[in-house]
């Protein structure tokens, strides 16, 4: 039986380290911070003042309309006229319009086609372009083309704000990244060190040890979770819909993964050097690309989608999407939950079996 | 009983043979010396005593448990000090000293208790407050004897504890490892200083894994056959090449401002003025007692 007087020992005692060492404190508190605006800033996918050429040949009411629809928006710019004395394809080629609009002669009466061009040199701006493009040829009520009257209702995030996207997502990478330094640096120190040498000479458990580390570093990745979560939303005005209880307790579990994945990085790491190698390595790359974080899990092959299910990023994607932007409750989400409690006590069980309570 | 009982040990890391064929017993209320030069195996002898390291051959029997087996059991019943200082230099000497008595599990009045002792000796009081890496160099070594004995430990294992520590506190300390004994701990320490390990009541002479020789510093001492002779002069370097030619490499040992000669025999007064006559430099051939560090060089050969 682990004693519960000795994990608290070992527990108080980091509370110390950490209090001392002013790296750790950065690593838990300013390095989130700086992620996070760096992303944020960096990450913005919008397209906002797209320079837009209109050649309206109708000049009416229902042209004016249409080029009122798209100059109201934040999202296109008109072109000055006088550049309009250029050939459209120059102005294309020379970045000064990114789009154009053309309209013709007897628009809103027996033609209702208009023709948009979009530079596509970058292809996704250009898809970008041509959603924004359609959403407010849309919104005027016109037809789009004969017969075929096309309406998209995007739900959870209807103006395609990246900051919807990218601040959950960051909030699942910032906290797995962070957690896994943490309990694994923590380890890897005190074999570094030279202290893991002395403690180990006590009747003391490898689960006590590991229950010491994971519990005062599980305070202070829910602490950095409501950090990074208030500076999303003020700076980047994402909504929070769901319940904050609900959030709290499938965030607490996906520290709790990410602490227990760093206990593992620790039984193979002998230096502080190797251990952050490791448990970055484990953590930022598998977080960005195969937790549906940057692409959709639903577009990759089997295998990789496979991959997806040992990544705990995976899950609380799920979660945290959820509640933020869907108001999910904890029905909507216990699946998810169980997966990254059963991926928490599978790996402290390994960790505890790996620990090596005599030296190599 | 004894403390401490090795039967043939033998511990390698992959190939390398760390410590062959060591026999050694420690009787209780004992300062116990392992005595020898760096990487002779003092350090990996201390580690499987404290139950550390893995071993391959023989059999280690702690405080009557088996440490291959019953690891918990030593661990809770000795106290262990690391050639390494060990303990966390960003805690308090106060932290430090509490930290290791809720590891063993002593609960707070009898700790409170224990420390007042283990303040007498050390005089660490004052400093109860300081960061332990801000302590000077036999502060801290006593900050981590006293870490050691916090549970009142049978049997104490120290790694070289006076290495690197200034002359006054290696007496300081010593004169506290004396008290414990008096106390009616075991203690077995590992030096490579010879003026310690005549401070013990037993010894062990370890060369390159094996052991050379054991028993009491006087034993080891009265062990010794032949003479040995003191012999100085302004050129030392000289004397030696000298010397060299006369009696062979092996029986000369350059010792601070003087050599010191093995012989078999004894060296008669003729031979010592043909050595004058030829070599006008040599000033002195005197007899002397052999120390413990002549012994130790002699037995290395």
């Given at each position: 039986m682990p004693s519960f007087s000795r994990i608290r020992a070992i527990a108080e005692k980091e509370v110390f380290h950490i209090l001392r060492d002013s790296r750790t404190l950065v690593i838990i508190f300013l390095m989130p911070l700086l992620q996070l605006i760096i992303f944020g800033y960096a990450m913005n996918m919008e397209i906002r003042q797209v320079p837009l050429l209109v050649d309206d040949l109708a000049m009416n009411s229902s042209s004016r309309a249409l080029v009122d629809a798209f100059v109201n928006t934040d999202y296109f710019q008109l072109v000055p006229?006088?550049?309009?004395?250029?050939q459209p394809d120059e102005l294309f080629r020379e970045r000064r319009a990114q789009a154009s609009l053309s309209i013709p002669k007897d628009f809103g009466a027996s033609e209702h086609r208009v023709l948009l061009r979009i530079d596509a040199s970058d292809p996704n701006s250009a898809q970008m372009i041509q959603n924004y493009a359609l959403g407010i040829v849309n919104s005027t009520g016109i037809q789009t083309d004969a017969g075929i009257d096309l309406r998209a209702q995007i739900l959870y995030n209807p103006d395609l704000k990246s900051s919807f996207f990218f601040v959950p997502g960051l909030i699942a990478l910032i906290l797995v990244m962070v957690c896994a330094l943490l309990t694994s640096i923590s380890i890897s120190r005190e074999k570094e060190m030279g202290t893991m040498e002395q403690i180990l000479v006590?009747?003391?458990s490898a689960t006590e040890i590991l229950f010491g580390k994971v519990i005062p570093y599980l305070v202070l990745g829910l602490l950095d979770a409501l950090i990074i979560l208030a500076v999303g939303m003020l700076l980047?005005?994402?909504?929070?819909?769901?319940?904050f209880s609900v959030f709290l307790l499938f965030t607490f579990l996906y520290v709790l993964t990410s602490l227990c994945l760093g206990l593992l990085v620790s039984t193979v790491a002998k230096t502080q050097q190797a251990a952050m190698m490791m448990a970055l390595g484990m953590t930022l790359l598998p977080t960005l690309?195969?937790?549906?974080?940057?692409?959709?899990?639903?577009?990759?092959p089997v295998i990789l989608q496979k991959l997806?299910?040992?990544?705990p990023a995976s899950y609380y994607l799920q979660i945290i999407r959820g509640i933020m932007l869907?108001?999910?409750?904890i029905a909507q989400l216990y699946q998810a939950g169980l997966s990254l409690l059963g991926m928490s006590v599978l790996m402290l069980i390994v960790a505890a079996r790996r620990f090596k309570l005599r030296l190599s | 009983m004894n403390v401490l009982k090795i039967k043939e040990l033998s511990v390698r890391y992959g190939s390398v043979?760390?410590?062959?064929e060591v026999d050694l017993e420690v009787q209780p209320a004992m300062v116990y010396g392992i005595i020898?030069?760096?990487?002779?195996?003092k350090t990996t002898l201390m580690r499987s005593i404290c139950t550390l390291l893995p071993y391959q051959e023989g059999s280690i029997e702690v405080l009557g448990y088996?440490?291959?087996?019953?690891a918990k059991e030593i661990r809770a019943r000795i106290g262990y000090m690391p050639q390494?200082?060990?303990?966390?230099?960003?805690?308090s000497v106060q932290q430090n000293l509490r930290f290791f008595a809720r590891l063993f599990k002593v609960n707070h009045a009898e700790m409170l208790k224990r420390r007042e002792q283990l303040y007498k000796f050390s005089r660490l009081e004052p400093f109860?407050?300081?960061?332990?890496?801000?302590?000077?160099g036999g502060m801290k070594q006593k900050l981590a004897l006293s870490c050691a004995l916090i549970h009142t430990p049978e049997l104490i294992i120290l790694d070289?504890?006076?290495?690197?520590?200034?002359p006054v506190s290696r007496v300081e300390f010593w004169q506290i490892l004396h008290q414990l004994k008096a106390d009616g701990i075991s203690i077995v320490v590992s030096t490579p200083y010879m003026d310690e390990a005549s401070q013990c009541d037993k010894i062990v002479l370890l060369h390159k894994g094996r052991v050379i020789g054991q028993g009491s510093p006087a034993e080891t001492i009265s062990g010794w056959k032949g003479k040995l002779y003191s012999l100085t002069s302004r050129d030392l370097q000289k004397l030696y090449a000298f010397l060299q030619t006369k009696?062979?490499?092996?029986?000369l040992q350059l010792f601070g401002s003087e050599i010191h000669l093995f012989s078999e025999q004894e060296l008669s007064s003729d031979k010592i003025a043909d050595w004058q006559s030829e070599f006008?430099?040599?000033?002195s051939c005197v007899e002397i007692k052999p120390g413990m560090e002549d012994v130790f060089l002699r037995m290395m050969q």
């Open positions: 006229k006088e550049a309009g004395t250029l006590s009747p003391v980047f005005q994402v909504p929070f819909r769901g319940d690309l195969l937790s549906g974080y940057m692409f959709p899990i639903s577009s990759m997806t299910y040992i990544i869907k108001g999910n409750n | 043979e760390a410590l062959s020898g030069p760096d990487g002779a195996g088996d440490a291959a087996s019953q390494r200082f060990s303990l966390y230099q960003d805690l109860a407050k300081r960061l332990t890496g801000n302590l000077s070289e504890p006076t290495f690197g520590v200034d009696a062979g490499k092996d029986n006008p430099e040599l000033e």
